[in-house]
């Protein structure tokens, strides 16, 4: 079983930043997969950035070049460096892990960007 905890969210002004954090309760390193999603009001949940084994690191269009995601694995947490950000960034973030072919969920946490 992986927790997941995130923290960091807030509320923030256009064009400012923010730095989600997850802590894992397992080893990342073993990890298939870890990342970040984000899901709005009435949207779907989407991709914002994740790493995998298979992969690397992948980015979705939408954050390309303002979002960073980095992984600390003496510290088992992933880490999402919000840059520029737009008020269509508001949602609320997940952190995801992928385990054994299992999918493992953090509770989320909000992002607001007014205008």
């Known amino acids: 079983q992986v927790q997941l905890v995130e923290s960091g969210g807030g509320s923030v002004q256009a064009g400012g930043s923010l730095r989600l954090s997850c802590a894992a309760s397992g080893s990342i390193f073993s990890f298939d997969a870890v990342g970040w999603y984000r899901q709005a009001p009435g949207m779907p949940r989407e991709i914002v950035a994740t790493?995998?084994?298979?992969?690397?690191?992948n980015v979705g269009d939408s954050v390309k070049g303002r979002f960073t995601i980095s992984v600390d694995n003496a510290k088992n947490s992933v880490y999402l460096q919000m840059n520029s950000l737009k008020p269509e960034d508001s949602a609320v973030y997940y952190c995801?892990?992928?385990?054994?072919?299992?999918?493992?969920w953090g509770q989320g946490t909000h992002v607001t960007v007014s205008s």
């Open positions: 995801n892990a992928v385990w054994l072919g299992n999918d493992y």
């Open positions: 790493v995998t084994k298979t992969t690397g690191t």
